[in-house]
């Protein structure tokens, strides 16, 4: 079975943790939701809690077959600047490891130095992010290489989706999809 891990940090999206951690699971795909400090219940930026089922320091990029980091700048800031995060990005990309990054997201995985050429997400954080490649608004979701990037909370089911497909295959995806009325992505 797969593996995603999904770290969560103080001020994280709610609805676009949700709607991967949901759209996963619905696909079989194992999710280890994390949690970058001792309190095991994180508070998103909009006031929903969610509680992890491990903490980041526990988790080691060899069990993962992919991270996912979703985005809200509270939650974006921390994971940029968590050790174990960081670290753990960098190992996967290493080891050619998928990774994705919704939102603000992809901020974090600059900071780590694994953001490929080509890369999407929230207007206006490209600009914190002062690298070339940004696409835009042209399409939802961007993959380059290893990395998969999507642009915000309104793109989040059609983000998970394309992890599914990825991770799971086209029959899958396609299933989901429709089942989730998702024609629009």
Known sequence: MARVLV?????FEEIEAVSIMDVLRRA????VVASLDAEMLVEGANGIVIQANSKIDEVT?????????PGGWGGTY????????????????NAGQNI?????????????GVLKERYTCYPSVEEEIQKD????????VVEDANVMTSRGPATAICFALEIVKKLKGEQMYSSLKSGLLASYC
Do not use: H, W
């Open 7 to 11: 770290p969560l940090a103080k001020g």
């Open 28 to 31: 079989e795909i194992e999710v």
């Open 61 to 69: 990029s060899a069990e993962l077959d992919m991270i996912v980091l």
């Open 78 to 93: 921390i994971l940029a600047d968590d050790a174990n995060v960081q670290r753990l990005l960098k190992e996967m990309d």
């Open 100 to 112: 994705a990054a919704i939102c603000a997201a992809p901020f974090a995985l600059n900071k780590a």
């Open 133 to 140: 490649g940004y696409v835009g608004d042209k399409t939802m």
